[in-house]
């Protein structure tokens, strides 16, 4: 059985692409690597693999995947809009590692401790933020490497080290 806390998020899938059982699925291209051969995505709490048949780059940040077993757009349907995750293992053995990887961790900062659970990426400006969420209250911290004074990534902590009352604005 596959267990949540050994996989990290990757994207999600789009719609079908053409008849014959492709999809769009948008995320970290990557972050795949060359050792990644499926996907695994929650289906009722329960974490369910897909096999890529095939893998091709549409565009920087999408990918065309042909999942085994699955032949028509109809079956490949079920899929679009899940979310989709790749092993963690594959992702720490990687040299780079995508913004998205730390959607789900913690953020803490050196001198104000626990800020929050880092819920997605904004990068719809030249400054890409972190959007981090506590109590219902949301903070965007810059996703700059000098901010960021560790990684834990078996615990899922990002430890910033931010200017004074920049989570307090």
Request: aromatic residues 10%.
């Amino acid at each position: 059985m596959l267990k949540k806390e050994d996989f990290v998020y990757f994207g999600k899938f789009l719609k079908p692409h053409g008849t014959k059982g492709e999809i769009g699925l948008q995320g970290d291209t990557f972050a795949l690597g060359d050792g990644c051969d499926f996907v695994a995505c929650d289906i009722d709490g329960i974490l369910v693999p897909f096999f890529f048949e095939s893998v091709r780059p549409k565009n920087g940040d999408t990918l065309i995947a042909k999942m085994e077993r699955m032949e028509t757009a109809d079956e490949v349907r079920y899929l679009t809009n899940r979310d989709a995750f790749i092993p963690r293992k594959w992702v720490e053995e990687s040299d780079e590692v995508s913004l998205g990887y730390f959607i789900g961790f913690t953020a803490e900062d050196r001198s104000a401790g626990h800020i929050g659970e880092i819920v997605d990426i904004d990068d719809s400006t030249i400054n890409t933020l972190f959007v981090v969420e506590n109590n219902g209250e949301e903070f965007l911290i810059p996703a700059q490497e000098e901010l960021i004074a560790d990684i834990d990534h078996d615990r899922q902590t990002i430890v910033f080290d931010l200017p004074k009352g920049l989570v307090s604005l």
